[in-house]
């Protein structure tokens, strides 16, 4: 498949491996590279929802899961600069009803750091429309009491996350979280990417396909084992109430037009890339977080053993760091990953930031080989 789209001579690897992508099983995509706070690349090309068959455009937009929590990362990081939140002070201090049932020692950095002990939200009575409308979802988890010590151990807030952090943030500012982002960094730098979706840019949006299962009845079992519904993993992953299994599902309005800052974040390659470029360096004079603030946000916090995944991972303040971010990854890198492949990424020392959005879902997010021959690629490019 030959992509659409342009890249500057110097990363025509880029290209190459994208298109290669295709040979994998790809179904739509783009790929989007800043280097030096400019575009070198921007591409895309395939099948925007294989049902019509429609194509992929410059304007489609995707949904991108957890790479979503990059985005939120980047609103806390800025209202830490700003001085409007502090790291190590109580969730509590702007949300009074959080301090419920041992919580009110629960920091700002424990819930960037997945320390918060908040993994599983208890809200088996909680609706499709309780978590559209917030407050009752928020109102849960304000109400739960941890499942581990907070700050002793790490384990992968799928969900909490962008709920915690989302509150904390409507609490500071009398505004959501999709509505910080628009305001003070969507339309600053002219990004397609929301956390709400407006009915308006619907039809933009690509149809998830999600991934398939494992052919082998023996692999199977042992997700079923890991990911079932009595587990803690799996309970994590698809809660509150078995709400968000990865189907189907996801491309529905209710939960394009939902704010879930951890989880639902919808946008193109180039707004991803754009967003991230401009938080190591200057993109069209602008620059999101100064050299300290991100400094602070890609030092590791946490390494090692995650009680969630049940695998080792690596956490900077509200990022995925390397190796967990992507296996491509060099050390320095930060951003974050999204159930299916999704990836929003920087490298500070190399200068480049890379958006990679798709809509062929596969089970595994940092050995997929989609998005690391993509990062692959770039770093070949720049040591050339």
């Known amino acids: ?205 690509a149809a998830i396909v999600p991934a398939e299962p494992p052919a082998d009845p023996r692999v199977r079992e042992l997700m079923e084992q890991f990911t079932g519904p009595d587990t803690l993993l799996g309970r994590v992953m698809s809660g509150p109430a078995n709400l968000f299994a990865y189907d189907e599902r996801w491309n529905r309005r209710e939960l394009h037009e939902a704010e879930m800052p951890s989880s639902n974040g919808i946008g193109t390659a180039r707004a991803i890339a754009r967003l991230y470029a401009a938080t190591i360096g200057a993109v069209d004079g602008t620059r999101l977080l100064g050299p300290a603030t991100l400094a602070a946000a890609c030092t590791e916090q946490v390494s090692g053993s995650d009680k969630v995944l049940l695998l080792p991972t690596t956490f900077g303040l509200g990022f995925m760091l390397p190796p967990t971010l992507c296996l491509a990854a060099a050390s320095g890198a930060f951003g974050h990953p999204g159930a299916g492949g999704s990836l929003g990424i920087a490298d500070p020392k190399a200068g480049f930031a890379l958006g990679y959005v798709m809509n062929q879902m596969v089970l595994v997010d940092a050995t997929d080989a989609r998005a690391r021959s993509l990062v692959e690629a770039v770093y070949a490019c720049l040591s050339e």
Request: aromatic fraction near 10%; proline fraction near 5%.
């Open 1 to 205: 498949m030959q992509a659409a789209g342009y890249v500057e001579p110097r990363f025509a690897r880029v290209r190459e491996a994208f298109e290669a992508n295709f040979a994998r099983g790809e179904v739509g995509a783009a790929c989007c590279v800043y280097y030096r706070g400019a575009p070198v690349v921007d591409l895309y090309g395939g099948i925007a929802d294989r049902a019509s068959g429609a194509p992929w455009r410059e304007d489609t937009t995707a949904l991108v899961f957890s790479t979503t929590k990059g985005v939120t990362a980047i609103c806390v990081h800025l209202l830490l600069e700003r001085g409007v939140l502090e790291l190590d002070a109580p969730i509590a201090r702007w949300w009074p009803e959080f301090a419920a049932r041992g919580k009110e020692s629960i920091t700002l950095r424990h819930a960037l750091t997945h320390q918060a002990g908040l993994a599983l939200v208890d809200g088996d009575h909680l609706t499709l429309a309780d978590v559209v409308a917030w407050d009752p979802v928020v109102d849960a988890i304000a109400r739960q009491a941890p499942i581990w010590e907070p700050g002793t151990a790490h384990g992968y807030h799928a969900r909490a996350y962008g709920w915690i952090l989302g509150e904390v943030v409507r609490r500071a500012t009398g505004r959501s979280l999709g509505r910080f982002f628009a305001d003070e960094i969507a339309a600053p730098l002219g990004l397609d990417f929301w956390i709400g979706l407006p009915e308006s840019e619907e039809p933009r949006v």
